[in-house]
């Protein structure tokens, strides 16, 4: 069995290109052997701007189950393909062969000639073949929007023919661009923001914030389903799960009612950054939304940003709920995120929280904290979790 794998921005990389090849290569072998164990029966290998699978007969792999493919970020979309001879006789017949069970009354053959030493061009492959099929059908040839497309490659040596394009997820490899480290909340959002920072390339790390034993371990669970959920799409990744509650009671005793969750914010990102920084981790993820609660308005993710030194990406910042409920739905974790269960900022939350905090009164009131005594026994008691 032959799967012919294609890419789009990768293409435009130019002296980097390589790089990127060779990380799309090596995530494919690897989702291949999540799901099917050690690699005894296939080969991955890049062929002249396209990644060739080759899987084995005697493997019994079933196509249905290398829909997988889907899930590999910079993979544009993929085709289950024959090979076929570098002869035009050979490749008419494998053209027929592909399309003689079908049914149309219009049809398009598509040519990619990356080995230029054949003797037809591009244009010409297609009017040989072409003109074949019409004599074995009838059917008309039709250029734009044909009922069936079918596409013959030529490289290294090696030719190929294909007529059904399975859309894949595109973006970039991950590991290609760098580490980030998502803090991630149980809800719909949060893992909404990795997973597109997952499709720019990074690899990503989590970090939840729990309130245990004052809250159930839903949050934990969910959390935990959540992170196995996106490890489909990058592999192992690590999850810092880090206790706040005694943090909570300090801003609840010594701070402003209304600055709460502000300060909470805070020290979350106070926190997420010095474990990023033990990690070799170059940003943080969040999943907030400009204006969609009161810690998310303008002058509060200024006032949070000022926490860290750090770069905070914010994916979802010009989402509505709807948009990200969707793409939840899409990428699987939807399901999960809806559970009930209780965030850790949901305790002690006052009446009427600060929505356009002022960043010097917020400092003021930090400094009544032992901010380094708190981050420190946060991480010295936080729990880290592998996931594969």
Not at 108 to 135: C, H, M, P, Q, Y
Not at 163 to 173: C, Y
Not at 374 to 384: G, K, T, Y
């Amino acid at each position: 069995m032959i799967i012919i794998c294609h890419y789009d921005e990768i293409a435009l990389k130019g002296k980097n290109r390589n790089y990127f090849e060779k990380k799309l290569v090596e995530n494919i072998d690897r989702r291949l052997v999540k799901e099917f164990g050690e690699n005894k029966f296939w080969k991955v290998q890049k062929i002249a701007g396209r990644i060739l699978v080759e899987i084995k007969k005697e493997s019994k792999i079933e196509k249905e189950k290398l829909l997988i493919l889907k899930e590999v970020f910079g993979i544009v979309n993929f085709s289950f393909a024959e090979e076929s001879l570098q002869d035009i006789q050979e490749l008419k017949k494998t053209c027929w062969n592909l399309l003689e069970n079908k049914v149309f009354d219009n049809f398009r053959i598509t040519a990619s000639r990356a080995d230029k030493n054949f003797s037809l061009n591009s244009e010409e492959i297609n009017r040989e073949i072409g003109a074949f099929v019409v004599e074995k059908n009838k059917a008309k040839v039709k250029l734009r929007d044909p009922q069936v497309e079918c596409f013959v490659e030529l490289a290294n040596k090696r030719a190929f023919v294909y007529v059904d394009k399975i859309q894949g997820v595109g973006g970039l490899p991950v590991g290609s661009g760098g580490r980030c480290l998502a803090l991630l909340s149980g809800g719909i959002d949060s893992p909404v923001a990795a997973y597109l920072t997952l499709k720019r390339g990074a690899k990503v790390d989590f970090v939840h914030f729990h309130s245990l034993p004052y809250t159930s371990t839903a949050s934990n669970e969910k959390v935990l389903e959540l992170t196995q959920e996106l490890s489909k799409f990058q592999g192992k990744a690590k999850l810092f799960m880090v206790p706040f509650a005694k943090i909570q009671q300090q801003i609840v005793m010594q701070a402003p009612e209304k600055l709460r969750v502000v300060l909470y914010r805070r020290l979350m990102m106070k926190i997420a950054q010095e474990i990023a920084r033990q990690n070799k981790v170059l940003a943080l993820i969040t999943g907030e939304v400009l204006s969609q609660v009161a810690s998310q308005t303008l002058e509060n993710i200024y006032v949070t940003n000022d926490a860290v030194k750090m770069p905070i990406f914010r994916p979802l910042i010009g989402f509505d709920k709807l948009e990200i409920m969707r793409k939840a739905q899409e990428i699987g974790t939807y399901e999960t995120s809806i559970l009930p269960h209780e965030d850790c900022c949901t305790r002690f939350i006052p009446k009427h929280p600060e929505t356009k905090a002022k960043l010097e009164e917020v400092i003021l009131a930090e400094d009544k904290l032992d901010v380094d005594g708190l981050i420190n026994e946060a991480i010295v008691n936080m729990e880290i979790k592998v996931i594969k």
